[in-house]
T-cell receptor, first 118, second 119 residues
């Protein structure tokens, strides 16, 4: 069965600190997709990144970076120089592959609440 | 360019009643998925609609049903409401690419959700 674990329930940092959100996943599939979503208080889930299981290259987008390690089944997310606007719940998610692409059936973790204090 | 829109934003119902939630996908998207998010939890997949048919379903009872219209909008219906159905219901849309040997399902774009309270 597929499972996503986000062990950190809540993290509190001071603005400009770096913070890493952990994500560990379980799947028997050889091809799968991993995601990160941000959920601000408004409730809308905002897509941040999607990676497939064959692409283990780390990715950087501005202050965001992701570290994908198949050997440890982890897909961690780092925010550099955090800002108050980064305060939100962050979800890691996993989907199986179907026809070579990701399906819309995402398995989400329980989320990590990030609070960035000014 | 309008994103995913859901209505209503909030709803209060009594146990045993029925409810219908509505979703309009992002412009250019043809696939709609519904998720249930209980307080403090991650979203759970209910089902997905493409070409007006249910394509995938999560572990939800038959009390949860849906529909997709020719304009790609969708409805989620829940019958015989239980207290445990209280949650944020999220609609997500995407574009499904059916070209053989070239698979591209665009990432899900979510709406702001409908907060359902069952008393």
């Amino acid at each position: 069965a597929q499972k996503v674990t986000q062990a950190q329930t809540e993290i509190s940092v001071v603005e400009k600190e770096d913070v890493t959100l952990d994500c560990v996943y379980e799947t028997r599939d050889t091809t799968y997709y991993l995601f990160w979503y941000k959920q601000p208080p408004s409730g809308e889930l905002v897509f941040l990144i999607r990676r497939n299981s064959f692409d283990e290259q780390n990715e950087i987008s501005g202050r965001y970076s992701w570290n994908f390690q198949k050997s440890t089944s982890s897909f961690n997310f780092t925010i550099t120089a955090s800002q108050v606007v980064d305060s939100a719940v962050y979800f890691c998610a996993l989907s199986e592959a179907q026809g070579g692409g990701a399906t819309n059936k995402l398995i989400f973790g329980t989320g990590t609440l990030l609070a960035v204090q000014p | 360019d309008a994103g995913v829109t859901q209505s209503p934003t909030h709803l209060i119902k009594t146990r045993g009643q029925q409810v219908t939630l509505r979703c309009s996908p992002k412009s250019g998207h043809d696939t709609v998925s519904w998720y249930q998010q209980a307080l403090g939890q991650g979203p759970q997949f209910i089902f997905q609609y493409y070409e007006e048919e249910e394509r995938q379903r999560g572990n939800f009872p038959d009390r949860f049903s849906g529909h997709q219209f020719p304009n790609y909008s969708s409805e989620l219906n829940v019958n015989a409401l239980l207290l445990g159905d209280s949650a944020l219901y999220l609609c997500a849309s995407s574009l499904t690419d059916t070209q053989p040997r070239h698979s591209y399902n665009s990432p899900l774009h979510f709406g702001n959700g409908t907060r359902l309270t069952v008393t």
